[in-house]
């Protein structure tokens, strides 16, 4: 009946459908270094969507580039998709196959705004994520567009509200404008941030069109 949230930080890496947790002082220069000196990542998720509870997040702060696979076996950059398994959170501080910029200590863009986002209250995990992603798009200018993938159906709030305030109600204003609004009326990077939010072919098309020639296209 309770609620587990898992945050792992470091270098994370994908190859062939899998992400996998590089531990500190590993040597990964070839794909086939990952099973022996990696994490995979869904090995630390299965275990946890078994156990009894209403609510798991699984946050991915790992979407950074490093010294890893660079010969002449390269690694796809970024992590894989995932999807959320029943009851679940599944969130990245970047969109798959993206790198986040290097963070600045003592914390990046991504755990500021996460942190940030969670104090405010009254907000369910979706909100939480949803507004965390449009904050750091907007903190980074596009450089860094987090994703997150739900299933989770259970109310919940990490904190419980503690009356709007102006922040919090120009929170909610921009997270429905990233719910609702036609993309070609917000800057590029704002309008990818909602095309990874709605998630549909109609609304990624939709971007394609806005932005034929943008950066993220």
Do not use: C
Request: glycine share 10%.
């Amino acid at each position: 009946s309770g609620v587990a949230t898992i945050y792992i930080s470091g270098y994370g890496v994908q190859f062939d459908g899998e992400n996998y947790l590089i531990p500190s002082a590993a040597q990964i220069n070839r794909p086939g270094d990952l099973s022996l000196n990696a994490v995979r990542v869904s090995d630390l998720i299965n275990p946890l969507a078994g156990m009894p509870g209403k609510i798991k997040i699984f946050v991915m702060d790992l979407a950074y580039s490093g010294p890893f696979g660079q010969g002449a076996e390269p690694l796809a950059p970024g992590l894989a998709l995932m999807q959320a398994p029943p009851g679940m959170v599944l969130a990245m501080n970047a969109a798959p196959g993206a790198f986040a910029p290097a963070a600045t200590p003592p914390y990046g863009p991504y755990a500021k705004a996460l942190g940030e986002v969670i104090a405010q209250g009254g907000l369910s995990p979706n909100d939480v994520f949803e507004q965390v992603r449009l904050k750091v798009s907007q903190d980074t200018r596009g450089a860094q567009v987090p994703w997150h993938s739900s299933r989770v159906t259970t109310p919940f709030q990490f904190v419980a509200a503690a009356g709007a305030t102006g922040a919090a109600t120009l929170a909610a204003a921009q997270l429905n404008k990233m719910r609702t609004a036609p993309l070609r009326s917000m800057d590029e990077a704002d309008a990818f941030a909602a095309a990874l939010g709605r998630d549909t072919y109609q609304v990624y098309n939709e971007f394609l069109r806005a932005y034929p020639k943008g950066r993220y296209t």
